[in-house]
């Protein structure tokens, strides 16, 4: 075996090490004498293939990532790109319940992409970033039926803001911290509000008098 | 001075410590040996007037709901209650952006709301919970003006619902880590939903055909 292809291998255990401790126990159980012993190697051979644990953390979340990704395009699988602002919409919210289940069915890995934090003076690396956007990029389209003249930024724009929404009905009630709630009325709540605004972004750009979500 | 007296005292004083350490560091920099020196008592002292950290936290935790309530209750004087859609739909705006400049002023205090786990098995106190319910129901007023007909019980998750909505745009955007946003984006993101869930909240009510924000 080449050392690049050991790396690599080596590299991949850690990150399922990793992601196994984050699953299990949350980011705060991360140690890495522990994911090195799971990985079969030394502590210090930890940094041949990452720079620290924040790297490592970073690949877990890519992981997840991923994960997501695949959850949202299960469950649109099959289906037709939304025509009219009710289509949108019911896409809108159905992309919102899929998150609200990912983040319940994996609450620590979901977590984890929220809770790390990388150490002052680093940035997100631009592969990360793009992750990210990709995610975006499945809210846009339904927002677009929703608001056909909005420029790709006001769409970008939209697209952050009602996924934050979304990911605060998830992560209050997630926490159990401001009120506990179940999985059913977090649902209920997220449809609420994703379809509320929804309505809300159709009435905006539609002649008054033809408030709700029209054909086409 | 009586014993109750200086109890009292230096449960403030504490309270008060452990406040600062917050502000400075977030909930990460809370030290019991620091709170002692600092409030002038031994360490073995904290735990005649707190039964642990968790119960010092969630008295600071009141104190940031005391210091919200004041920002809410100063936005909104000299301010009739909302008597039109248009009306609660401006003041449903102007709380969010309360909440979000109110974040944003005091970051960890804002963070140690929602990252403070209690240890498992311990629940929050009941006067903690009344004092969350109270800002809520700076929501539910002119929530109760966008759905006249709304059961109290609606209003309540509603209000929830909008909260957690704003929550999550200032949670994402101050944390910095799905994307950086200035403060002025966060503004126009808050606006944008929460004007958008009350628009949606009025086209559902109303009759097909009359979607806008209508008076009275």
């Given at each position: 075996?080449?050392?690049?292809?050991?790396?690599?291998?080596?590299?991949?255990?850690l990150?399922?090490?990793?992601?196994?401790?984050?699953?299990?126990?949350?980011?705060?159980?991360?140690?890495?004498?522990?994911?090195?012993?799971?990985?079969?190697?030394?502590?210090?051979?930890?940094?041949?293939v990452?720079?620290?644990?924040?790297?490592?953390i970073?690949?877990?979340?890519?992981?997840?990532?991923?994960?997501?990704?695949r959850?949202?395009?299960?469950?649109?699988?099959?289906?037709?790109?939304?025509?009219?602002?009710?289509?949108?919409i019911?896409?809108l919210?159905r992309?919102?319940?899929?998150?609200?289940?990912?983040?319940?069915?994996?609450?620590?890995?979901?977590r984890?992409?929220?809770?790390?934090?990388?150490?002052?003076?680093?940035?997100?690396p631009?592969?990360?970033?793009a992750?990210?956007?990709?995610?975006?990029?499945?809210?846009?389209?339904?927002l677009?039926?929703?608001?056909?003249?909005?420029?790709?930024?006001?769409?970008?724009?939209?697209?952050?803001?009602?996924?934050?929404?979304?990911?605060?009905?998830?992560?209050?009630?997630?926490?159990?911290?401001?009120?506990?709630?179940?999985?059913?009325?977090?649902?209920?709540?997220v449809t609420?509000v994703?379809?509320a605004?929804?309505?809300?972004?159709?009435?905006?750009?539609?002649?008054?008098?033809?408030g709700?979500?029209?054909?086409?």
């Amino acid at each position: 075996m080449k050392t690049a292809e050991r790396r690599q291998n080596l590299k991949e255990s850690l990150v399922s090490a990793a992601e196994r401790a984050i699953e299990a126990h949350g980011l705060g159980g991360l140690r890495a004498r522990a994911l090195a012993d799971e990985a079969g190697c030394a502590v210090g051979a930890i940094y041949n293939v990452v720079a620290d644990l924040d790297e490592l953390i970073l690949l877990v979340n890519s992981r997840t990532f991923a994960a997501l990704e695949r959850a949202i395009a299960a469950a649109g699988k099959n289906r037709e790109a939304p025509q009219t602002s009710e289509q949108a919409i019911e896409r809108l919210v159905r992309l919102s319940v899929v998150y609200i289940d990912f983040a319940a069915a994996n609450t620590h890995r979901w977590r984890a992409l929220f809770e790390h934090r990388l150490p002052a003076g680093s940035s997100v690396p631009e592969w990360y970033l793009a992750e990210q956007m990709r995610l975006f990029s499945f809210v846009e389209g339904p927002l677009r039926v929703l608001q056909p003249k909005a420029s790709p930024k006001r769409l970008a724009l939209l697209a952050r803001t009602l996924v934050s929404a979304a990911h605060g009905i998830v992560a209050l009630g997630l926490e159990e911290k401001l009120y506990t709630l179940p999985l059913t009325s977090l649902r209920e709540q997220v449809t609420l509000v994703v379809s509320a605004i929804g309505r809300g972004l159709v009435s905006e750009t539609e002649p008054p008098g033809r408030g709700r979500a029209a054909k086409g």
